[in-house]
């Protein structure tokens, strides 16, 4: 098993930045992808971002040069900064991790576990 804690949800403005972080505990060892999904209210989750341990980064279109994931300081902390927010980015994020099988980045089905969610609201 695997647990993942998130913080850094808030409020921010139309333009602002916010960040995000995700910590892993647990069985560790069998992790070699962390991830970025969200969820906004009556839509379906969908891929934000991601990093493997063999140095791939993806990222969504809708993120792509707005949004940096990274794992600077611990290899088990996934952080998300998020930049030029806009009120579409309003949803519940969520950070979950996957082994090396089969692992397809953007595909929610490749991720084993999952943490609670974090509200991110982006008043216009």
């Known amino acids: 098993q695997v647990q993942l804690v998130e913080s850094g949800g808030g409020l921010v403005q139309d333009g602002g930045s916010l960040s995000l972080s995700c910590t892993a505990s647990?069985?560790?060892?069998?992790?070699?992808?962390m991830g970025w999904f969200r969820q906004g209210r009556g839509l379906e989750r969908q891929f934000v971002a991601a990093s493997t341990w063999s140095g791939g980064t993806y990222y969504a279109d809708s993120v792509e040069g707005r949004f940096t994931i990274s794992n600077v300081d611990a290899k088990y902390t996934v952080y998300l900064r998020m930049n030029s927010l806009k009120p579409e980015d309003t949803a519940v994020y969520y950070c979950?991790?996957?082994?090396?099988?089969?692992?397809?980045?953007?595909?929610?089905?490749?991720?084993?576990?999952w943490g609670q969610g974090t509200q991110v609201t982006v008043s216009s």
């Open positions: 647990g069985r560790t060892d069998s992790i070699y992808a």
């Open positions: 979950a991790t996957a082994d090396e099988w089969h692992y397809y980045p953007k595909y929610p089905g490749s991720y084993d576990y």
